[in-house]
């Protein structure tokens, strides 16, 4: 069935450092690709989507481009802010799953000043 | 943005007691979703309904598990009897017309 699997952590930075968290996926068809983020004591909030190969998703200075030859969707920030320590979630949604959303373990960012 | 309400935020029981958990998506969009997360996990989907009807429950434990979305708006997820098992966060999540999930803040759930 279809799965995905991120990195794991936690993943520990200070500010102003670049940031990749991998994210690949196993799907049929053509899924689309979703990252959350859950701050702390808050619940899951959708940071970028990309619905097809080779669409980026970007928001908030994070990024992600979707590569069906690899099957990853990887995130990344150029700089990262204390304010970015979070859990980041990669998710997929299969093409033939409605709009379920099925999601990886979860990475843990810290950013230290 | 979509939002969606739950409560209650946090909850402490006993095994073998009941729990309820409620969920409104205030916008009212037709799919809703309840998740189990528990903790260093990613969410797993427990059941997905559109309107009152229910789409995909294979992953809901049955035997104690229970949830219902009358009149296709609101919904209530409820354990009986809870396991130490359980402890989780149970997120409702509301789906909009662009494919995209809006959650709520969770449900703690803390089983003794």
């Known amino acids: 069935g279809d799965s995905v699997t991120q990195m794991e952590g936690p993943v520990t930075l200070s500010e102003e450092a670049f940031l990749t968290i991998n994210c690949t996926y196993t799907a049929t068809g053509y899924p689309s690709l979703f990252w959350y983020v859950q701050y702390p004591g808050e619940g899951l909030q959708l940071l970028l989507k990309a619905t097809k190969a080779d669409d980026k998703g970007s928001n908030k200075g994070f990024e992600a481009t979707y590569r069906k030859e690899t099957t990853s969707f990887h995130l990344e920030k150029g700089s990262v802010q204390v304010s970015d320590s979070a859990v980041y979630f990669c998710?997929?949604?299969?093409?033939?799953?409605?709009?379920?959303?099925?999601f990886g373990k979860g990475t843990s960012l810290l950013v230290t000043p | 943005e979509a939002g969606v309400a739950q409560s209650p935020r946090y909850k402490i029981i006993e095994k073998r007691q009941s729990v309820a958990f409620w969920c409104n998506p205030i916008?009212?969009?037709?799919?809703l979703y309840w998740y189990q997360q528990i903790l260093g996990q990613g969410p797993k989907l427990l059941i997905q309904?559109?309107?009152?009807?229910?789409?995909?429950d294979s992953q809901l434990p049955k035997d104690r598990f229970s949830a219902e979305r009358l009149k296709g708006v609101d919904s209530t997820l409820k354990i009986q009897p809870a396991k130490l098992e359980d402890s989780a966060v149970y997120l409702c999540?509301?789906?909009?017309?662009?494919?995209?999930?809006?959650f709520g803040e969770g449900s703690r759930l803390t089983v003794l």
């Open positions: 999540g509301a789906g909009s017309n662009t494919g995209e999930l809006f």
């Open positions: 998710a997929l949604r299969g093409s033939n799953s409605g709009y379920a959303l099925n």
């Open positions: 309904f559109q309107n009152n009807g229910v789409v995909d």
């Open positions: 916008s009212g969009h037709a799919t």
